[in-house]
């Protein structure tokens, strides 16, 4: 019963949540294993419990955050880290209510903002509260402030430390329910993990990699403003992947400097000796990318990511469907299903801006004579003489192809957000079991 329970995916996620929830309770509930000095009312206390609350959860961001191959292959590292953004802002908000509550139930506590003059257990609280501050302000606005990517994620961790440093400092310095040593030791325990996980992620996880590097072999130009990058490994076999999969890529530089993008890989995933990336220009990095020389250095953190056919293999079929550069890990799950002839039916909605902004369009053609492929470009607009379908993919489109059965096909999705939404609500009032329609999500800075 064990056994089949772990390896049972909704049993393991929900244990990770019940994982998640005790962490967060269970030092809040030892701290108040001993009742506080008298004279404190119930808002105060309540207060109390918001900022403990708030900076376990701080704490558990980094865990979130840390790539743990066992919880990621869980939920898929898209999700985790939007349950990172919201969980991060409920941690801001106990975290801000909790001083609030104090001044509020006694407004001479107010004395505390005057930073000179104030006791280095309110300085310290006043700095994680900014720094907790500003962390959050830049991650929401990074794009409208103009944040390069590689410096925000330097500032971002360099921020989360000192709100979490400063915070448990605070809770030191107020001592009230840190009085036992055996709390504190409970408590640094807690932040030397958050340290250690932050190093492991921007110091040792860097350096394994550097054990593994690759060379760029060629760069290779696809329609619609894509470049397929192709890295074949130095020393070592490479790594196979599930089609459908991510690495994060460091280019060029130290995979120390923080400076990695996530991609989906585009080639088979039974060819460890040769990978290959899809990447379309669109920002800074991703426009350099066609500059880059034959024999540049690369480094590879993964492969990562759910969204992949190999979780199914009990599934009568698939339908894919993917607007622009999503269509990259589908090119993955297919050209890998063409080399394990795969003998499942494959149908590719497929979106693009125009008909020469469809990429792979000659390969995903060619893939016809070994799968069962039917493929449906939706151009924005046909060009002159084009008689199929033209606009957006919506409820009416899909109607048209997915089987009757709806629940005998899984539904991969991979494309702008917008789009991702319509289709997905569509596919839901269309009684497609939701169970059986997943997202991928390539944006995920």
């Not at 830049?138 to 990517?149: D, E, M, S, V």
């Not at 990562?304 to 890990?329: H, K, N, Q």
Request: hydrophobic share 50%; net charge negative; proline share 6%.
């Amino acid at each position: 019963m064990q056994r089949l329970l772990m390896h049972n995916p909704i049993a393991v996620a929900s244990l990770w949540i019940v994982a998640y929830l005790l962490i967060s309770l269970v030092p809040l509930g030892v701290l108040l294993l001993y009742p506080a000095p008298p004279g404190r009312g119930f808002w105060l206390e309540f207060s109390v419990a918001l900022g403990f609350i708030g900076l376990a959860m701080m704490v558990l961001q980094f865990v979130l955050t840390a790539r743990v191959n066992r919880i990621e292959s869980s939920y898929g590292i898209d999700i985790l880290l939007q349950f990172h953004r919201y969980t991060s802002l409920a941690a801001f908000l106990m975290v801000l209510v909790h001083p609030m509550i104090v001044f509020i139930n006694d407004p001479s506590t107010l004395e505390l903002l005057n930073f000179p003059e104030a006791p280095w257990r309110a300085r310290m609280a006043v700095i994680a509260v900014l720094a907790f501050l500003i962390m959050v302000v830049t991650t929401i606005w990074r794009q409208p402030l103009k944040i390069p990517y590689e410096p925000w994620r330097a500032l971002h961790s360099i921020l989360a430390l000192v709100a979490v440093g400063f915070g448990f400092g605070h809770a030191l310095g107020v001592g009230y329910y840190m009085s036992f040593f055996w709390k504190v030791v409970l408590w640094s325990a807690l932040i030397l993990v958050a340290l250690w996980l932050i190093l492991y992620v921007r110091l040792v996880k860097p350096w394994l990699t550097m054990k593994r590097p690759y060379r760029v072999e060629a760069v290779e130009p696809q329609r619609g403003d894509v470049w397929t990058l192709v890295l074949r490994p130095v020393g070592h076999e490479g790594f196979s992947f599930q089609p459908g999969q991510f690495a994060w890529l460091t280019l060029g530089v130290h995979p120390i400097g923080m400076r990695e993008h996530p991609f989906s890989m585009s080639s088979s995933g039974d060819r460890p000796d040769r990978l290959e990336f899809g990447i379309k220009a669109l920002g800074d990095f991703t426009r350099s990318i066609q500059t880059i020389k034959p024999g540049t250095k690369a480094y590879l953190d993964g492969p990562y990511g759910v969204f992949t056919t190999e979780r199914y293999w009990d599934s009568a079929g698939f339908i894919l469907i993917a607007g622009g550069i999503g269509i990259t890990p589908m090119y993955s799950m297919l050209i890998t299903a063409a080399e394990r002839q795969d003998d499942r039916p494959f149908l590719l909605i497929y979106s693009a801006s125009s008909w020469e902004d469809f990429t792979y369009r000659e390969e995903l053609e060619a893939l016809k004579d070994n799968i069962d492929l039917t493929i449906v470009y939706v151009p924005r607009h046909g060009h002159e003489g084009w008689d199929g379908e033209t606009g957006y993919v919506d409820q009416d489109l899909l109607e048209r192809y997915i089987p009757l059965h709806r629940g005998s096909r899984q539904y991969l999705i991979c494309a702008a957000p917008v789009m991702m939404d319509a289709v997905e609500t569509a596919l839901f009032d269309l009684e497609v079991p939701i169970t059986h329609v997943h997202m991928e999500h390539f944006n995920l800075a």
